[in-house]
Each structure stands twice: as structure tokens, then as C-alpha cells.
């Protein structure tokens, strides 16, 4: 269908159905074909109803069309090929024969990828009741919320196959966190938050990859533990930096796997959490100070900074100090490393990024089940692959050649790198 389509007259109808017509590459599984195929074949012969009154410029039955010279002349019946099998629908024909359809053309078969606009607004976080509505005020036939879960229902097999796909051997950078969701628990109808354990990796040529999706009530060293050994399991033999915003258990859970990663704390949410210490008007002085030694130009300077930093505001916020001094090892850290390597590691603005993407369909309120969680994070997942296009990320070539410094480094990555 052209985006100039003229039979979608209505803008809120037409706004809604871009969202529609946006692409996913979804596999259909064959216990729902039937399902499927009830709902497409009527949506097909709708929509192509509608084209042939935009064509006459009169709606069926019209007074128009006994004056016109060009009328609807019956339906040629056509057997159309979709991403889960064939279907009959019936094309409507005009007289003169000029009526040329958009969304199945003439002469043209394969409108496989046509159905699957329905998981495009799944995929944006709109309800069940909110597609069937949006079906019925677009195409003027009524699909049911159970017709719609089957839809939905049948990217679960694909959800299943990219959950246990095979790593990688080494990643370069691993970005961990925990995205809360509302979820029910069995047939009860009471809801509670569980957490969503999300893990971003950057392999040894630069490309982002969601590693997986976990789900357990809470955040606990053995649940990262477990999560770790699965990544083990699915054929990763290394982690080079693992960097994290203090998340409980990780550090420990990823070292019992792979005791040569560099765990990496997020000074961005070290700064956060000292600034909860620190009344509004010295907020810009604060993080001004803190600023200048982590990113100091070398270690040296980051003590002497840090000194600095603590003179000024130990007797007025020692709690905030005291954020930055626990934890101080981790900003040392940092200068192990050249700039260009320290500027990966030093935020886990990668993964919030990931996160903030999942978090717009987490609106929609209390989840079923993890299946139900699974297939619309898994196809916010999607979006972001097409986003990032299989770019490596910013400033690559930089970063890699300072990994090659390190003869450890280097050696693990040849070693894993095939």
C-alpha cells in the first residue's frame, strides 16, 4: 500500500496506520495458520473494497454508480502467498478494467510480511483491545482479543530460537542491567514487579547484540550467576570488561564464570547517588569538581583531583564524599586503560539506551506472564537491530587498537576470534 493510498481519509486512521505499515521480518508458526489466515484473508478484501471506492469515487450501491460509465464489474478470485502459507481472497474488478490495486497488485501473489503489521503495534506497546479497535476503525471488521494473542502468540518460537541462538566466543564489553515489570504470577490475579535482566555485548569487531533476557523476581548474585554460566554455555569463552551501575551480586556471579573480566562500576550512577546528598544550589559546583578527576588525563592527576574534591566538600556533605570514596577503586581503575577504551567503559549509557526502548511499552501495564514480556521486549529488540544496522560503535578503530596494547588482551582476542 502506497503511503499516498487515498482510502484512508481519517488522519487519526492514517497516523495509526503507519504504524502498520512499518516492516518486520516475523516467521509464523504453523499451529496458527488457520487463525491467521481468517483474520488476513477478510483484512486483504477490505482494504482492497476500499481501494475500488476510492477508484469510483462512490461507495457500493451508491446512486453514483448506475450514472457512472465505470462500476464494480464482480471479483476475480486469486490465491495470494503469505510468510505463513496460501490464502483466497476475492478481488473486486471494475468494467474498464483500470482499477489498479495497491496493496496486493495485480499479476502479484506474494504479500508475505502484509500480516504481520498487527506485531508492529504490539511492538509499540498498544493493547489487544487497542489492535482490534484499530483493525475494526480502519478496515470495518472486528477481530477478536484471542485472535490477536494467536497472532502475537506465533513469534514465540522465534523468541525461543534467539534466546538459546549461539555467542559469540568473546565479547569486548558486556553492558548489564535490570529493566522492573508489573507481572501476574499463574492464575492469580495479583500483580507484583519482577526484574528483567537485559545484557548488551560488543564483539571483538565492534557490533551491538542483545545477549539475552532473563526474568526473576528479584536481582541476586545467583540469579547472575546462572545467567553468566547460560551465556557460558551458548559458546561465550570470554568477557574483556563487564561494566554494570552496582546491580546486587553481579560482580561476584560474573567473576565464579569468567575470573579474568574487568568489572567496571558506572561513575555516572555514582554521581547520581552522591548528588541524593547534595542540596540543589552546589549541584553544578559538585559535579564539577567530581568531573575533574575521572577525567583526569592520568592517574596522578586523578588522586591530586580527588584530594581537591575531598578538602572542599568533606565537611559539608560527607555523604556524598563517601559514595565516591567507596568506591574509589573503580575510578582508579579506569586509568589502567587509554582514553579512548575508558570512555566505553566508564558509563552504562549503552545499555539505559537499550533499556529506555523497552521501557516504552512497559506502559501498557500488568504483563500476563513472561511469555507476554518475552515477545514485545523481543520485538523492541528487533527495531533496535535495524537502528543500529550492524554499525560498530562510535570511534571503533581507536578502541580496538588500544586493546591490541595490551598483550593480554590481545592475545585473548586472537584466540577467540576466528
Given amino acids: 500500500m502506497s ?101 496486493v497488485p495485480k499479476h502479484e501473489r506474494d504479500v508475505s510480511g502484509i500480516e504481520d503489521k498487527v506485531l508492529a503495534m504490539y511492538a509499540r ?33 522465534e523468541v525461543k530460537a534467539w534466546q538459546s541462538r549461539p555467542l559469540k566466543p568473546i565479547y569486548t564489553f558486556v553492558f548489564v542491567d535490570c529493566i522492573y515489570v508489573s507481572m501476574r504470577e499463574g492464575s492469580d490475579t495479583a500483580s507484583s514487579q519482577h526484574a528483567v ?40 569463552k570470554d568477557m574483556l570488561f563487564v561494566c554494570m551501575d552496582g546491580v546486587s551480586g553481579l560482580e561476584d556471579g560474573v567473576k565464579s564464570i569468567f575470573p579474568e573480566t574487568v568489572v567496571q562500576r558506572c561513575l555516572v550512577h555514582l554521581m547520581r547517588n552522591s548528588l541524593k546528598y547534595v542540596p540543589s544550589k552546589d549541584f553544578k559546583e559538585f559535579c564539577k569538581t567530581a568531573k575533574a578527576f ?21 565537611d559539608k556533605y560527607p555523604g556524598a564524599v563517601k559514595v565516591w570514596g567507596s568506591h574509589f577503586n573503580h575510578v582508579e581503575q579506569l586509568f589502567n586503560y587509554p582514553s579512548a577504551i575508558r570512555k566505553v567503559i566508564y ?6 539506551s537499550v533499556n529506555s526502548s523497552l521501557r516504552k511499552v512497559t506502559k501498557k501495564g500488568t504483563f500476563e506472564n513472561e511469555d507476554s514480556v518475552f515477545k514485545v521486549f523481543y520485538l523492541r529488540i528487533k527495531e533496535l537491530y ?21 598483550d593480554n588482551i590481545a592475545e585473548r582476542i586472537a584466540m577467540y576470534s576466528y
Fill in 3 to 103: 503511503r499516498k493510498d487515498p482510502i484512508i481519509r481519517n488522519p487519526a486512521s492514517k497516523k495509526i496506520a503507519e504504524l502498520i505499515l512499518e516492516n518486520y521480518d516475523v516467521k509464523s508458526a504453523k499451529d496458527i495458520q488457520d487463525a491467521v489466515k481468517e483474520i488476513f484473508a477478510p483484512l486483504f478484501e477490505s482494504v482492497l473494497n476500499a481501494e475500488m471506492t476510492a477508484h469510483l469515487g462512490y461507495e457500493k450501491s451508491d446512486q453514483g454508480e448506475k450514472l457512472s460509465a465505470n462500476r464494480r464489474n464482480g471479483y476475480t478470485e486469486k490465491i495470494i502467498k503469505t510468510s505463513i502459507g496460501e490464502a483466497a481472497i476475492k478481488s473486486p474488478r471494475d468494467r474498464d478494467g483500470s482499477f489498479e490495486p495497491v496493496i
Fill in 125 to 157: 506497546g498498544m493493547s489487544q483491545r487497542d489492535i482490534a479497535k484499530t483493525i475494526e476503525d480502519i478496515y470495518g471488521f472486528a477481530v477478536s482479543h484471542d485472535k490477536i494473542s494467536d497472532i502475537t502468540d506465533c513469534i514465540l518460537a
Fill in 197 to 236: 535482566y537485559v545484557i548488551l555485548g560488543v564483539d571483538a569487531d565492534g557490533h551491538k547484540d542483545i545477549l539475552g533476557l532473563w526474568i526473576d523476581p528479584s536481582e541476586s548474585k545467583s540469579t547472575w550467576m546462572n545467567i553468566f554460566d547460560s551465556l557460558k554455555a551458548r559458546g561465550v
Fill in 294 to 314: 575521572y577525567q583526569a588525563c592520568d592517574i596522578n592527576e586523578c588522586r591530586a583531583k580527588f584530594e581537591e574534591f575531598k578538602d572542599k566538600w568533606q
Fill in 347 to 352: 558509563t552504562t549509557n549503552a545499555i539505559e
Fill in 386 to 406: 535495524k537502528k543500529w544496522n550492524d554499525r560498530p560503535i562510535p570511534n571503533w578503530a581507536m578502541v580496538r587498537n588500544q586493546l591490541e596494547m595490551y
